[in-house]
């Protein structure tokens, strides 16, 4: 009888120390920060995780617990993009436009309309392949479908200039990041913008809605021409 | 007439007394004479430019003439005086770590902007081009040490590393070179250019030669040159557009993408330190994320820069699209990293202090009231130091204090000490107690207190009743 009260009360505290050991509050280190972001995109159709939020800063995550969102990001569907934000013209393949500069071309293209002074790079091959940003070459007869330069004017306001399909369009970056306004503004020499989709590899020549882009029409895309459209110049337009 | 006992008083008198006499007994027995507790005195911090604190004016070196900051390390490496790294303290440090920079004492600071995981073994090219005025230009490219080469430093001055800080990787998958050319876009002209940007920097984490293995080699360098006494402390990267509900040329998805961007790089670096951690290193990650939400660039209150066109005064170039200056912490968001990290320092601490108060290897806390507060007691350069016991939360923030208290002391013929903080009894000396804390005040001591000959700095108090 003895025994069994002596072992039954090794029990009763075994199990109060695991008890105690249970219910220990671990030390929280950065209580503030165990709440997870609201904020923290998640792409359509992810669902609400229900792991408990201390759980994302417990333990050091490893790449089980990497969250899946995160793996890729969802392209736009240009079609839909350009078919609710602009008035489509054309729709055709990258590779089967005859108006694409090759990298020799648009270095001569560029050098005659002033910007000759920054480097001009590319990133997609014809068949839609990203590359990191590179550098043409003068003599190179390879095409691309976008090729980009900027320009930084005299009153340091800085431009980017992008040619798609053959067609140049200027946009002044400064003044797209300080301005108040919800839409980017480039200038454009046809009321038509060029825009290529490498998830599709195709050019779309659009009129886009001014609630998506505001597209001001100029002459000529020169360094003259971006000289003259200082901050005040633009929000005059 | 009676003398009235103070029962409560007596009680503790002799609570402390048993106290002393039991933690005592061991030190005569197992502890050797001069095993004694070394306090953390010096921190290293690498980097990359989220550890230089880019963006952050003023720059070490920028006061110089042009023609000598082009060779100044400091300058073309964009290393902060606001930098977060400096702003760190160690408890037993007076000061912190900047006000120690360039002394070669407690900061050991060659974080640069630009930074690769390479470049902690290699040298890094600075290419600068400035013009000094019409007639006189510096262009040239300058070189910075391997950064891993301040531990040649160390060596050589007999002294190894309590601390390394560092931040690095974002550079290795262009994290910033991501965002710079979102932001020169168009999303209408280019619907999926960012995402493209993005997918090719997610594509560098894994495999052979990708950036966790890199990360890898790097902590394992880290600790090979450092020591494995060092504790390291890698910081993580924020999301830089958290909480920006628009950005003129940057479309819903491209927002998310730059994001998102973060986020994964952040689940790379705390992946590696887990492992590293699997493998006994002294590794920790600081994250960063949650602190900076909503306060990403072009929010209502930003801890992040917003894009910077044009070249700024101390950018290498005089030059370029945009400045180095952009999408780098503010002095906000350099607070919020130092906060953060000095948690992750104040825990290393005290859970180091813990190890040495558990093994016993030296008896150097007591609980001491002053006026009702408590106290512990540290040892410091030769000066007892008491601290509150919230000192180590109050470290990062209490503003610093003066009080002077006086008291006297008698001394024991073993070296035993006994301080009187409001009584006039035994040998008189005055003492100087400065307060140079919310929780601190040093014990200077005229007379400089010797060990006894079992190596401890023995004290005896009678506290106020």
């Known amino acids: ?76 569907d ?28 648009i270095n001569k293209e560029l050098a005659r309309r002033g910007f000759n002074e920054y480097s001009i790079t590319f990133e997609y091959s014809m068949d839609g392949e990203y590359s990191e940003e590179t550098e043409i070459s003068s003599s190179s007869s ?51 913008v060029m825009s290529y989709d490498s998830a599709t590899n195709q050019f779309y020549e659009t009129i886009p809605n001014e609630s998506e882009l505001i597209v001001n029409i100029v002459d000529r895309i020169d360094t003259d021409t971006l000289e003259s459209l200082s901050t005040e110049v633009i929000d005059s337009l | 007439m009676k003398k009235k006992v103070n029962w409560s ?12 006499l039991l933690t005592a007994i061991p030190q005569r027995v197992g502890v050797k004479a001069k095993e004694v507790y070394r306090p953390s005195q010096i921190i290293v911090s690498l980097g990359d430019s989220y550890a230089s604190g880019e963006g952050i004016l003023d720059f070490y070196g920028q006061e110089k003439e042009l023609s000598k900051k082009v060779k100044d390390p400091n300058w073309l490496a964009h290393r902060s005086k606001k930098s977060w790294s400096g702003q760190l303290r160690l408890p037993f440090v007076k000061g912190k770590m900047s006000d120690h920079h360039g002394k070669e004492t407690h900061w050991y600071f060659v974080a640069s902007s630009g930074a690769k995981t390479k470049h902690l073994l290699a040298e890094q090219d600075k290419p600068y081009s400035k013009r ?37 990787g974002g550079n290795d998958i262009g994290f910033e070179e991501i965002v710079r050319s ?43 040159e450092a020591g494995k006494q060092a504790q390291i402390i890698v910081v993580g990267y924020p999301r830089l557009l958290d909480g920006a509900s628009g950005v003129a040329g940057l479309n819903r998805e491209e927002i998310q993408a730059i994001n998102m961007g973060a986020i994964k790089l952040n689940i790379a670096l705390k992946s590696v330190v887990g492992k590293c951690q699997e493998d006994k290193m002294n590794i920790h990650f600081v994250d ?21 066109f044009g070249s700024r005064s101390e950018d290498l170039k005089d030059f370029q699209l945009a400045s180095d200056y952009s999408f780098h912490p503010n002095e906000k968001g350099a607070e919020v990293y130092t906060r953060l990290v000095q948690e992750k320092i104040n825990e290393l601490e005290v859970a180091r202090h813990q190890e040495y108060i558990v093994n016993n290897k030296w008896r150097r806390e007591y609980d001491v009231q002053v006026a009702g507060e408590e106290f512990l007691e540290f040892l410091h350069d030769g000066n007892v130091i008491y601290r509150t ?25 073993s070296g035993h000490i006994t301080l009187r903080f409001n009584e006039d009894k035994g040998e008189p000396a005055v003492l100087e107690f400065k307060r140079v804390g919310a929780s601190e005040f040093v014990l200077y001591d005229p007379n400089s207190p010797s060990f006894n000959q079992y190596g401890q700095y023995v004290t005896d108090y009678v506290p106020i009743g």
């Open chain 1, 1 to 76: 009888m003895r025994r069994i009260v002596t072992l039954s009360i090794m029990v009763l505290l075994l199990a109060g120390l695991l008890l105690v050991a249970a219910c220990g509050k671990p030390r929280s280190l950065t209580p503030r920060s165990s709440t997870p972001s609201p904020s923290t995109p998640r792409p359509t159709g992810a669902t609400k995780s229900t792991q408990p939020a201390s759980r994302q800063t417990d333990s050091p995550p490893t790449e089980a617990v990497a969250p899946k969102k995160y793996e890729h990001v969802t392209p736009r």
């Open chain 1, 78 to 105: 240009a079609d839909a993009y350009f078919e609710a934000n602009s008035k489509i013209l054309s729709v055709k393949p990258a590779k089967e436009s005859d108006a694409v500069f090759t990298e020799a071309e």
């Open chain 1, 142 to 192: 390879t095409h691309h479908p976008v090729y980009s330069s900027y320009y930084i004017t005299g009153s340091e306001e800085v431009w980017v200039i992008l040619v798609v399909d053959g067609l140049i369009h200027a946009i002044p970056v400064s003044y797209n990041f300080e301005s108040d306004l919800d839409v980017q503004v480039i200038f454009s020499e046809t009321e038509a």
């Open chain 2, 9 to 20: 008083q007596s009680l503790k008198v002799i609570a402390l007394a048993c106290l002393l």
């Open chain 2, 132 to 168: 000094q005025n019409l007639l006189k230009k510096y262009q040239d490219v300058a070189w910075l040490d391997p950064q891993l080469k301040v531990f040649d430093q160390l060596r050589k001055q007999g002294k190894q590393a309590d601390y390394v800080t560092i931040s690095i």
């Open chain 2, 182 to 224: 979102a932001m020169g876009r168009s999303s209408y002209i280019q619907p999926n250019n960012a995402v493209d940007l993005i997918e090719k920097a997610l594509s560098k984490f894994e495999g052979t030669g990708g950036l966790k293995e890199k990360i890898r080699k790097a902590y394992k360098d880290i600790e090979k």
């Open chain 2, 288 to 308: 960063v994320v949650n602190a900076f939400e909503g306060h990403g660039a072009y929010t209502d209150q930003p801890f992040i820069n917003p894009a910077i």
């Open chain 2, 389 to 413: 016991p919230d000192y180590m939360d109050d470290l990062a923030w209490g503003q610093p204090q003066s009080i002077e208290l006086k008291g006297t002391y008698t001394i024991g013929s």
